[in-house]
């Protein structure tokens, strides 16, 4: 990027100087704003993860209701991000409730196929073997549902933070004046590239922190798990 910025004009692509000085002054000026978009992100996130876990294990649990359940999820995937979008400036007047709205319409599915599938994926000697002592639903789920999720619920999250934050910025970006995708409409306008780039540093930044912070829990919370190491 240096040497393309001494051929071009530096609204094309400005030197890394240039997007590390915009980046201190978003810190030092903005930080408000991250930290906007990080409080949507984390709320958004743990409803999203409430509500596809809960479907997911009704599910996984319910034959008798899974295939209406499934049908709306799996419509509920292919529907366009930039549809919920336009359709939550239409329904909502509070820039809060139509973010909340997109991503967790769009981000619960994830959680809900996936739990799903993790539930389908137990073992039948499992089942077999505590269908034996003939437990009721409640000790079903308690013993044998949960501790098998959880690692998914892990795999899922890790999987979708980029996913997310991305769709944070874009909704941020058409239905609110604050947040970071607010900021980067506003660089846009003003034809501050070089702000652009320093936002999609931070951003990067962001989600690799997110990802690590993670991991990081996965770690402890599945501590009892040796990883496997295969050759």
Not at 22 to 32: K, P, T, V, Y
Not at 86 to 112: D, G, N, T
Not at 156 to 162: F, L, N
Request: net charge positive.
């Amino acid at each position: 990027m240096q040497v393309a910025s001494w051929y071009v004009p530096p609204f094309i692509i400005p030197a890394p100087s240039a997007i590390l000085e915009s980046a201190w002054q978003i810190l030092s000026r903005d930080a408000n704003h991250i930290a906007i978009t990080a409080v949507r992100l984390f709320i958004a996130l743990l409803f999203a993860m409430t509500v596809g876990v809960l479907l997911g294990i009704i599910m996984g649990t319910r034959p008798g209701i899974r295939p209406y359940l499934r049908a709306l999820v799996i419509i509920d995937t292919g529907i366009p991000a930039l549809s919920w979008m336009l359709i939550a400036i239409f329904w909502f007047k509070e820039p809060e409730v139509r973010i909340f709205f997109i991503l967790s319409v769009i981000l619960i599915p994830f959680y809900a196929l996936n739990i799903y599938d993790g539930i389908r994926a137990l073992p039948k000697e499992w089942v077999d073997m505590i269908e034996s002592f003939r437990p009721n639903r409640w000790q079903v789920l308690r013993y044998l549902v949960f501790p098998h999720i959880v690692p998914y619920i892990f795999l899922t999250t890790k999987s979708i933070v980029g996913y997310a934050i991305r769709m944070a910025i874009f909704a941020e970006l058409v239905a609110s004046a604050i947040g970071i995708g607010a900021q980067m409409n506003l660089a846009q306008s003003n034809f501050r590239i070089d702000q652009i780039f320093a936002w999609t540093l931070l951003l990067v930044i962001i989600n690799l922190t997110l990802q690590a912070l993670v991991t990081a829990l996965e770690k402890i919370v599945l501590r009892y798990r040796a990883e496997a190491t295969v050759r």
